[in-house]
């Protein structure tokens, strides 16, 4: 399986929902999401999930690794 980034996604009202996805997943979602209203289903390791587009507010995408101090190169 595809390397998978933690995503969040946040609603109307303040509600965050965080899975992972891959990236052809998350190009699927943002693409819906471009798309307009209605629903999107989306599966990963964490489970099924229905997405209400019309409701989506963000859409995070973790970062690079994390790393302390100077990194040598």
């Known amino acids: 399986m595809a390397e998978a980034k ?26 819906a999401r471009d798309g307009g209203d209605g629903w999107h289903d989306l599966s ?11 409701r989506v507010t963000f ?3 973790e970062g690079g690794p994390h790393t302390i101090g100077f990194s040598g190169g």
């Open 6 to 31: 933690r995503v969040e996604i946040g609603f109307e009202g303040g509600q965050v929902t965080a899975v992972r996805l891959t990236q052809k997943q998350l190009d699927g979602l943002r693409k």
């Open 59 to 61: 859409v995070k995408v």
């Open 44 to 54: 990963s390791d964490d489970g099924d999930l229905a997405v209400d587009l019309g």
